[in-house]
Nanobody
Framework: QVQLVESGGGLVQAGGSLRLSCAASGRTFSSYAMGWFRQAPGKEREFVVG????????????YYADSVKGRFTISRDNAKNTVYLQMNSLKPEDTAVYYC??????????????????WGQGTQVTVSS
C-alpha cells in the first residue's frame, strides 16, 4: 500500500517562500510520474507541476503550469522517497490546498487528476496580501 504524506504548508506573506514535501512510503519505485496539484475553494483541482523519473535511464524531466513557471521548482530525493516543491515569490492567488499525486504504471506526467492513483491528504498554503 502506497502512502503519500505532504508537509510544509502554512501562512506566508505575498513575495515569501515555502517548501512543500511529499514523502512516499510502502514501496520503492523504479520509475514514476509525480504531480503537484492545488485546489482553491470553489475551484477545480488544477495541475501545478510534474516530474517524471526512471531509474533505468536516470532520466528526469519536469513540467510546470504557466502560472508558476519561474517561481516554483520541483525536485526529488529518491534516497528519501521524497519530492519537494519549492515555492518562491508567492502570490495571494497561490492560496489553495496542495496535493501530491503519484502514478507508477507510467512515467508520463498528466495534468488530469483522475490519471493519478495515489494521493496525499493535502497541505494548506495561504498567501496573504
Amino acid at each position: 500500500q502506497v502512502q503519500l504524506v505532504e508537509s510544509g504548508g502554512g501562512l506566508v506573506q505575498a513575495g515569501g517562500s515555502l517548501r512543500l514535501s511529499c514523502a512516499a512510503s510502502g514501496r520503492t519505485f523504479s520509475s514514476y510520474a509525480m504531480g503537484w496539484f492545488r485546489q482553491a475553494p470553489g475551484k477545480e483541482r488544477e495541475f501545478v507541476v510534474g516530474l517524471r523519473w526512471s531509474r533505468s535511464s536516470t532520466y528526469s524531466s519536469t513540467y510546470y503550469a504557466d502560472s508558476v513557471k519561474g517561481r516554483f521548482t520541483i525536485s526529488r530525493d529518491n534516497a528519501k522517497n521524497t519530492v519537494y516543491l519549492q515555492m518562491n515569490s508567492l502570490k495571494p492567488e497561490d492560496t489553495a490546498v496542495y496535493y501530491c499525486a503519484l502514478r507508477t504504471t507510467t512515467v508520463v506526467v498528466s495534468s488530469i487528476p483522475a490519471d493519478y492513483r495515489y494521493w496525499g491528504q493535502g497541505t494548506q498554503v495561504t498567501v496573504s496580501s
